[in-house]
């Protein structure tokens, strides 16, 4: 901790110093240092059929930064989402992440890229965890070529091979069953990886739920089902909707964690424990309580079923980037000026993104009818009556 | 039927167009009895109908994702205040739980009205409509079912919206009727209007046997008409002939309608005089109406926003065929969707607009398949 000895009896010197140390920050190599830390997780795990992991968790300043700058990215990605949809130019359904930032970082630092994530359709930040890049997102939010679905997917479908990142899917609940073939692909390749399987606390109440955590279980599959409790199914508090709230314990047979989905050093604890479990005993619930400032979709305000002081309150209390920017100011990584600067930096880079990402042709139409079936294997006959059907303006 | 009440006005409403437009002449050609109408749009009349239905009926449930609140679409506002929470009450996000809850609520001898949020998200809840609800009172010889034996017996009926709006991409846009066309036991039916959606929907939830109830989203708020205030019921497999003409027949429902009404107009332009029916009821269809359309005309075109292959438009077709073989001057065409997924970007070239539907030069040159006006994709 020799960096943070020298900052503190920096801060004990005069005010003359203080511009010299200023400078001094500005050119230490902050993002670098890979001392140990430890930190406390903000509340202690709570667990199902299975011993819970240490509240304190290793971490180095430079993961703490990175931390730090890839969730305002993510932030100011959603925000920027926002904007563009609004002004017409991100068309299909949007799902913002905007304050469940911590399970994407948390997860990613506590796993490799050789592992499988699969989510819903808030899956944004998943997908830039993943190593996706804001120009990929934007182009295609808004269906162009440069989007990592080449335009044909839009918010909902993000995918990113390379990384294990199987992506995005529309329909409530329906990736859980397919995270557990995934994990039965890992477990029969003996890679020793494992798959999360994302999904919220409104699929949680789904029947595809429990048939793939039989499954799973039946087979010891190295499946991590990770249930980003947000609170709200769509617009249904889950006390409505779900007859017990405690999703860790919802799989009975399954060993559960209970984490607070906020805090993204919790979050990579729990991620780290949950694999080394699932490598030797099969599949673990994993219950991120997180929350999302925005509505559950673009026409939904987010304000009908919860109150303004409620999210507010969460903002000013729980905000997974705020514990963060006070870890580090409290262990004097960096000033409270570098952070914002680290913010202006991100928000430039969002911005260029999204010019970029405006130049981006949209797909030939031609794509409309590729990706439907495989060329050959008989698909020429459907191909052909497609263009017999459209034909007269592929003559024109 | 003949309930005081629950009046048939659907012999009434054979005027002109009723489809995205107010209708006046229609509610002054009621046969009395029946209040003034109040401009609405398709989900105000939807929400009337709801309240009706819940108020007639003490056993009436309205439920689904939610609806508690008044549902994403606005449908089910003010009916948990009014009726209850114990008889309008949100469910939480499971397709097949909903309907199978359904089903058993309706055995019970109670009208189930449940609600799927998106026709998109129906298919979790497919088997139990499929293989439940459809074949209960079949395969239990009339001893249970999810109806009853008569209208005044309680029934299930399952609202989802359905079709494009624009920008839905693929879960938000989704056309399934066909695959519940497949199923004998269950009724399909699409309103075309505010007015119709009313009218068809309490004959669905009054209705003894499962009924699938798919409302155009795209009109929710985009149709508005007169729509009376009391409650009134139309007939179910009966269609209605829309727009008078002699030289093809247009079939279709739900959205769709208003596209081809614009075709029509269109090719008035071009002297060609075009027939326009709303199926209404998907299955069991109203074959009688359309073949002695297609016996005056002797030409034939099917539209809808699913995809062509395997839609209803096929089942149309066929049917037609062996009814009129010899009637037909022209191959029977259809407009529809493209056997692609329903795609974001691309939607507008997916859709079957008013420019393909014209098929305008197929009606002058009968053997030629059809037509597509191709401005639709060169802009």
Redesign the interface.
Known sequence: MALSKLSSSSSLSTNILKPLTNSFFLHRPISTDTTPLTIETSVPFTSHQCEAPSRSVETTPKELLSFFRQMATMRRMEIAADSLYKAKLV???CHLYDGQEAVAIGMEAGITKKDSIITAYRDHCTFLGRGGTLLEVFSELM?RKDGCSH???????FYKKDSGFYGGH?????QIPLGCGLAFAQKYSKDETVTFALYGD??A????LFEALNIAALWDLPAILVCENNHY????AEW???KSPSYYKRGDYVPGLKVDGMDALAVKQACKFAKEHALKNGPMILEMDTYRYHGHSM??PGS??RTRDEISGVRQERDPIERIRKLILAHDLATEKELKDIEKEVRKEVDDAIAKAKESP??E?S???TN?YVKGYGVEV?VN??Y???G??FA? | MASGLRRFVGSLSRRNLSTACANKQLIQQHDGGVGSGKSLNLYSAINQALHIALETDPRAYVFG??V??GG?FRCTTGLADRFGKSRVF?????E??IVGFAIGLAAMGNRAIAEIQFA??I??AFDQIVNEAAKFRYRSGNQFNCGGPSCDSPGLTVRAPYGAV???????SQSPEAFFCHVPGLKVVIPRSPQQAKGLLLSCIRDPNPVVFFEPKWLYRFSVEEVPEDDYMLPLSEAEVIREGSDITLVGWGAQLSIMEQACLDAEKEGISCELIDLKTLIPWDKETVEASVRKTGRLLISHEAP??GGFGAEISASILERCFLRLEAPVARVCG????F????EP??MPTKNKASCLESFKVPTQ????N?T???S
Not at chain 2, 166 to 172: A, L, S, T
Request: proline letters at 7%.
């Open positions: 068309r299909g359904f269906g335009g044909k997917g839009g918010s909902m479908h529309g329909i409530v609940g329906a409104g699929a109440n789904q029947g595809q199914g769509m617009g249904t409505r909707a779900a026409s939904d009908t079923y949209m797909p139409p794509e409309l009818f439907v459907i009556t497609l017999q059907y459209i007269f303006f024109s | 994702e939610d508690g609140f994403v949100n469910t939480p996000l499971c097949q739980g998109d998200y298919f979790p624009g920008h839905g991409g693929h879960y938000h062509v292959t493209l056997d692609t997924p795609p974001l970007v691309f070239f997916y398949h059809c037509c597509m191709l639709a994709h060169g």
